[in-house]
């Protein structure tokens, strides 16, 4: 187990938010142009289509997640620093 995971875990998310939607393209392109090639009256790809949308999807959520939870904790250390901050520990 790695025990920098909790570290690496939000930029994965971030990094996968970026790729996963030209991976998308990249996968139904090539499948919608598989399907083309090889039709027999029945457009399956749509299918890929589906599958690699609710991905997208997830992808982004998990982001998102990721950021709301990156800017929660910047404004709670802002608040923090406001209030215990550099010259208010002046009399310890």
């Known amino acids: 187990m790695n025990p920098l995971r909790w570290l690496l875990t939000p930029v994965r998310d971030v990094t996968r938010a970026i790729v996963m939607p030209f991976k998308a393209v990249f996968?139904?392109?090539?499948?919608?142009?598989i399907n083309a090639l090889t039709y027999d009256g029945e457009w399956w790809f749509k299918w890929v289509a589906l599958g690699m949308g609710i991905a997208v999807v997830v992808s982004l959520a998990r982001a998102a997640r990721t950021l709301i939870m990156l800017g929660l904790?910047?404004?709670?250390?802002?608040?923090?620093?406001?209030?215990?901050?550099?010259?208010r520990g002046a009399g310890f």
């Not at 904790?73 to 010259?87: E, Q, S």
């Open 27 to 33: 996968v139904v392109g090539l499948t919608g142009m």
């Open 73 to 87: 904790a910047a404004w709670v250390g802002n608040k923090l620093y406001r209030r215990y901050g550099a010259g």
